[in-house]
């Protein structure tokens, strides 16, 4: 029993690590990623870049301990259900740096990221169902994606 739950730890841990990760080599104070961020006009609600590592880090944390706790759940096709849901939002957190930062199309970022901000809503109504706590895990991460998508559409609204 120890060892399931030391490997379910570890596969939410490293998953979430990964897109961390893959997200750290994609970010505006990189290379010539600087300059072309540094040139966007922003919105004046756009937090200074500091702001980003720490939330990130704190969103990141409780996502996966969001979906071990799914995972830990008895098995159901609710379960069933949430877990896909959380590999899906996961999977569009992690396309979102390369579209933005790396290919340097915000545009594009900003379709992936309200994708990611519908599968959020989502996983977080199916956890619910399965796990009440794991579901109010992804309360800050909602928001700050939602105000992240506003940032996102602002940039490309003010960048045509």
């Not at 029993?1 to 505006?28: D, Q």
């Not at 915000?106 to 379709?111: E, R, S, V």
Request: glycine share 8%; aromatic share 12%.
């Amino acid at each position: 029993m120890k060892s399931r739950k030391l490997i379910g730890a570890a596969i939410f841990g490293g998953a979430v690590a990964g897109v961390a990760a893959l997200g750290g080599l994609f970010n505006p104070g990189r290379g010539s990623t600087r300059d072309w961020y540094a040139e966007l006009e922003k919105p004046t609600f756009n937090p200074p870049d500091a702001v980003f590592a720490p939330v990130w880090t704190m969103l990141y944390m409780l996502i996966a301990v969001s979906g071990y706790r799914i995972w830990s759940s008895p098995a159901s096709a609710e379960r069933t259900r949430a877990l896909a849901l959380w590999a899906t939002q996961l999977t569009f957190n992690g396309a979102w740096s390369p579209l933005f930062f790396g290919a340097k199309k915000p545009a594009l970022a900003l379709g992936d990221i309200a994708l990611m901000l519908a599968a959020i809503a989502t996983y977080t109504a199916a956890a619910r169902k399965v796990d009440k706590p794991a579901a109010w895990l992804m309360s800050p991460y909602l928001a700050w994606v939602a105000f992240a998508t506003l940032l996102n559409a602002e940039i490309v609204r003010l960048n045509e």
